[in-house]
């Protein structure tokens, strides 16, 4: 594919994935001037609420696929386990951002790892393993307390379990057998970061600031800027997201979470090739949102400063919480339109300016 010039406004932007992201996406590039075509095998998407064109078709389904991207300008993916197949497919036909590289990278957290450490950034110690053999070797290695994570397809802490005793490394590691696993070491963080970064074309990075993170049974519930750390510590974080997406030679926007530890040491632990839950406090807090900086990035545009002028606490909707939301006005409200309230499923958020 040739380099992507910078697109006419009324251009269409093709988008893999019609989850909120999607739906966010959508409003920032209609916000713009562009139209957008949302592809998702999920009739009720919340991101058809909001798209001139969609289409119902599963991923691998190449007629329509090919179908769609004739019909687009250019083409992004709002979530990771999107089949590599499908970007690959779809590249031949229209410029595809992030590139493939990087989603390939990203599926699976035994070469998301791999690809760190090459670069020379640390994550958590870890061993990987297929077996049940494997994973007992794989634990005697690290000694406990371990984390079991599937390689791939994993989120919002869905295929993940802790092991700290020796007595329930039988009955957990057998959970896990023949499926690719990475053990990692568990990590005992003072608290949890995240920078969402964003490159153009042409290479030029920007940051929004740090955002600090609670997690409640590995679904993010809370993001806060400014986050509780020093000077030291962020530009710490900038520069190693700074390095992660000029190797990987990154377009768009990219979500990177660490654990900050208590000798504040930066482990990275999971890179998102999209923009990120963790971000959503841009959308109150800077001029630019992260919605509006991807677009931007992969239409050929200027990107934002990424400078903050508030302080945002952004809270998700989980489940139920959304039949009880205490709307008192004063505060910046984004429900998705998802059809049914599922346990602990992202319902919506709320960015609150401190
Ligand atoms: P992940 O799916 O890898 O993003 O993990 C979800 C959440 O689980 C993280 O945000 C952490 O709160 C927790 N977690 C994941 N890996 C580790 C680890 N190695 N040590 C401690 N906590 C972890």
Same mark, same amino acid.
């Given at each position: 594919m040739n380099k992507q010039k910078k697109l006419p406004i009324g251009s269409i932007i093709g988008i893999l994935g019609g989850g909120q992201l999607g739906k966010m996406l959508s409003q920032s590039a209609s916000q713009l001037g562009f139209k957008t075509h949302i592809y998702d095998?999920?009739? *009720?998407?919340?991101?058809k609420q909001v798209t001139n064109i969609s289409s119902t078709f599963e991923y691998d389904d190449i007629k329509n696929l090919e179908d769609f991207a004739n019909k687009v300008d250019v083409i992004t993916y709002?979530?990771?386990?999107?089949p590599l197949e499908t970007i690959n497919f779809c590249q031949k036909i229209k410029n595809v951002y992030p590139n493939s590289k990087s989603l390939e990278i990203c599926q699976d957290r035994m070469t998301e790892k791999k690809f760190l450490n090459n670069i020379g950034v640390e994550t958590a110690t870890f061993e990987t393993a297929s077996t049940y053999e494997g994973i007992i070797k794989g634990i005697e290695k690290l000694g406990l307390p371990v984390l079991i994570k599937t390689?791939?397809?994993?989120?919002?802490?869905?295929?993940q379990k802790v092991i700290?005793?020796?007595?329930e490394i039988e009955k957990i590691a057998s959970e896990f057998t023949n499926i690719s696993v990475i053990i990692e070491k568990l990590i005992d963080f003072e608290l949890e970061i995240s920078i969402i970064i964003c490159r153009d074309m042409n290479g030029k990075i920007s940051t929004y600031d740090p955002a600090e993170n609670i997690h409640q049974n590995g679904i993010l519930v809370e993001s806060k800027v400014?986050?509780?750390?020093n000077f030291t510590t962020s530009s710490d974080a900038i520069f190693i997201a700074s390095k992660i997406i000029k190797n990987l030679e990154y377009t768009g926007v990219m979500g990177i979470e660490f654990f900050v530890t208590k000798t504040k040491k930066i482990l990275v632990n999971e890179m998102a090739p999209r923009v990120h839950n963790?971000? /959503?406090?841009t959308q109150s807090?800077?001029?630019? *949102?992260q919605f509006e900086q991807h677009i931007r990035a992969i239409t050929g545009r200027s990107i934002g400063?990424?400078?903050? /002028?508030s302080n945002v606490l952004m809270k998700n909707i989980l489940g139920d919480q959304i039949f009880d939301?205490?709307?008192?006005?004063?505060h910046s409200m984004n429900i998705y339109g998802k059809e049914k309230a599922k346990y602990?499923?992202?319902m919506g958020h709320i960015n609150i300016i401190e």
């Amino acid at each position: 594919m040739n380099k992507q010039k910078k697109l006419p406004i009324g251009s269409i932007i093709g988008i893999l994935g019609g989850g909120q992201l999607g739906k966010m996406l959508s409003q920032s590039a209609s916000q713009l001037g562009f139209k957008t075509h949302i592809y998702d095998p999920d009739f *009720n998407a919340p991101a058809k609420q909001v798209t001139n064109i969609s289409s119902t078709f599963e991923y691998d389904d190449i007629k329509n696929l090919e179908d769609f991207a004739n019909k687009v300008d250019v083409i992004t993916y709002e979530f990771e386990n999107i089949p590599l197949e499908t970007i690959n497919f779809c590249q031949k036909i229209k410029n595809v951002y992030p590139n493939s590289k990087s989603l390939e990278i990203c599926q699976d957290r035994m070469t998301e790892k791999k690809f760190l450490n090459n670069i020379g950034v640390e994550t958590a110690t870890f061993e990987t393993a297929s077996t049940y053999e494997g994973i007992i070797k794989g634990i005697e290695k690290l000694g406990l307390p371990v984390l079991i994570k599937t390689s791939r397809f994993g989120y919002d802490g869905k295929g993940q379990k802790v092991i700290r005793q020796k007595e329930e490394i039988e009955k957990i590691a057998s959970e896990f057998t023949n499926i690719s696993v990475i053990i990692e070491k568990l990590i005992d963080f003072e608290l949890e970061i995240s920078i969402i970064i964003c490159r153009d074309m042409n290479g030029k990075i920007s940051t929004y600031d740090p955002a600090e993170n609670i997690h409640q049974n590995g679904i993010l519930v809370e993001s806060k800027v400014p986050a509780n750390i020093n000077f030291t510590t962020s530009s710490d974080a900038i520069f190693i997201a700074s390095k992660i997406i000029k190797n990987l030679e990154y377009t768009g926007v990219m979500g990177i979470e660490f654990f900050v530890t208590k000798t504040k040491k930066i482990l990275v632990n999971e890179m998102a090739p999209r923009v990120h839950n963790s971000g /959503h406090w841009t959308q109150s807090g800077c001029i630019i *949102n992260q919605f509006e900086q991807h677009i931007r990035a992969i239409t050929g545009r200027s990107i934002g400063d990424g400078k903050r /002028h508030s302080n945002v606490l952004m809270k998700n909707i989980l489940g139920d919480q959304i039949f009880d939301i205490k709307d008192d006005g004063e505060h910046s409200m984004n429900i998705y339109g998802k059809e049914k309230a599922k346990y602990n499923r992202k319902m919506g958020h709320i960015n609150i300016i401190e």
